[in-house]
Every structure is written in C-alpha cells, then in structure tokens.
C-alpha cells in the first residue's frame, strides 16, 4: 500500500530564505510523486511531479525537487520565499488502482507562513 | 493550462434536503473525475472516483447512496449529496485526469463549501 507522510504541519520561514518542505512515501511498487499548493477556499494547483524520469523535478513558481529513492524521500524546496508563498503544500503519490485507474493518495499537508 | 470549474462555490441548506454540486474540465476530457472532501485545517479524503458512462467507484467507508455521482460526459460529473446533515458540512473539490494512468496529472477544481443548518 502507497502512503505518504509530511514532516512538520507548520513550517515559518523569513522572506528570502530557504524553503525545504519535507515528504517521505512508502510504496510497494515504484512511485509517481506530486507537490500540490492550496490556498485558502481555493482547489489545488500542481507545482510539480516526478513519473520515473529526471530524479530533480523542477516546478513553477521557482519550486523544485528531489526524488531519493534511497531515502524514500521527495522534499521541496525553493531557494528564496516570497510573501506570496504563503499557503498550505499537499506532497502526493499516485498509486495503482485495482480499477486500473490513478488516485491520488495526500500527505496530512504542511502549512507554510512566510514573515518579513 | 487545464482548467476544472466547479458549481457552486458556496452552500447554505437546510437539514434533510439535497444538493448537487457540479464539476467541470472546460478545456479537456476528463476521461477520469474524482471527488474529494476536505475537513478544516486537514488533507483531502477521497470518496470516490467516476469514470464517464460507469458506474463510480466508492472508497471504503463512504455511503454510495448518500453521495450520489453521475459521471454524464467526459466533461462533466456531479456529487448529489442526499438529505444533508451537518455532519456533512465540509469543503468538497473535485478533480479531473485526461486519462487513467498513474501519471496523469489530476486538475484540481476551486472546491465548493457545504454549510448544512
């Protein structure tokens, strides 16, 4: 079975430093991993995805990161937060459906508050 | 970029009676439409997933006569929830995936919150 957990419900940072939001997944059969972006009332907009190709997956907004398979791992990170950053990040692996369709399985969320 | 528009964005109802909420791809098929629910300050649950002219599937725990899915057209699904309760109160979003692979990304709509007095 597919799951994912998030490190840290809250993370702060200061405006113009590092973000690293962390996710690890356990999957029984090679994973594709997604980073997710809400904000308040709204849906969820992709930030980006790893399915088996590069293992440093790049995304909008400035956002990138790194799957480790070793690890387990597929943190995010940006090099320098901005004020607009501020929103709650979903880390999720997709997983093999018996109906032979993908679903999404979500991280608990990491909510990430970004002070001048 | 792919867009999901979902309707309404808010609703206030009174207990015992239903309401549909309608999921749009406006610039895609969306041979795949999930439906989620999302409790304050939590993740996303997911309740079940449609695939256009089946039958949806329900994920464990969630009452399919309850939460009715019509999956009409490769462009739309809608979530009827029947004779709300407070308890299903929540903020439900749904999504949408071109296809049914692992890989494909799902397009997420704006979400709908259900108030039930």
């Known amino acids: 079975a597919q799951s994912v957990t998030q490190l840290g419900s809250h993370v702060s940072v200061s405006e113009g430093a590092l973000v690293l939001l962390r996710c690890n997944y356990s999957?029984?059969?090679?994973?594709?991993l997604f980073w997710y972006v809400q904000y308040p009332n709204q849906g969820l907009q992709l930030l980006l995805k790893?399915?088996?190709?590069?293992?440093l997956v790049k995304g909008i907004n400035g956002f990138e990161a790194e799957f480790k398979k070793s690890e387990t791992s597929f943190h995010l990170t940006k090099p320098s937060a901005h004020m607009s950053d501020a929103a709650e990040y979903f880390c999720?692996?997709?997983?093999?459906?018996?109906?032979?369709?993908?679903?999404?399985?979500f991280g608990a969320g990491t909510r990430l508050a970004v002070h001048p | 970029g792919a867009v999901v528009s979902q309707h309404p964005s808010r609703v206030i109802c009174k207990s015992g009676t239903s309401v549909k909420i309608e999921c749009r791809s406006l610039?895609?098929?969306?041979?795949?439409m999930f439906w989620y629910r999302q409790f304050p300050k939590q993740s996303l649950m997911l309740m079940a997933t449609?695939?256009?002219?089946?039958?949806?599937?329900?994920e464990q725990g969630v009452e399919k006569d309850k939460f009715l899915i019509n999956h009409a057209s490769l462009t739309l699904s809608t979530l009827t929830v029947t004779s709300a309760h407070p308890e299903d109160s929540s903020f439900y979003i749904c999504?949408?995936?071109?296809?049914?692979?692992?890989?494909?990304?799902?397009?997420f709509g704006p979400g709908t919150r259900l108030t039930v007095l």
């Open positions: 999504s949408a995936a071109p296809g049914a692979r692992s890989t494909d990304t799902q397009y």
């Open positions: 449609s695939n256009e002219g089946s039958k949806a599937t329900y």
């Open positions: 610039d895609f098929q969306a041979t795949t």
């Open positions: 999957s029984s059969v090679p994973p594709y």
């Open positions: 790893y399915t088996s190709a590069a293992t």
């Open positions: 999720a692996v997709s997983a093999p459906f018996s109906g032979g369709y993908n679903k999404l399985i």
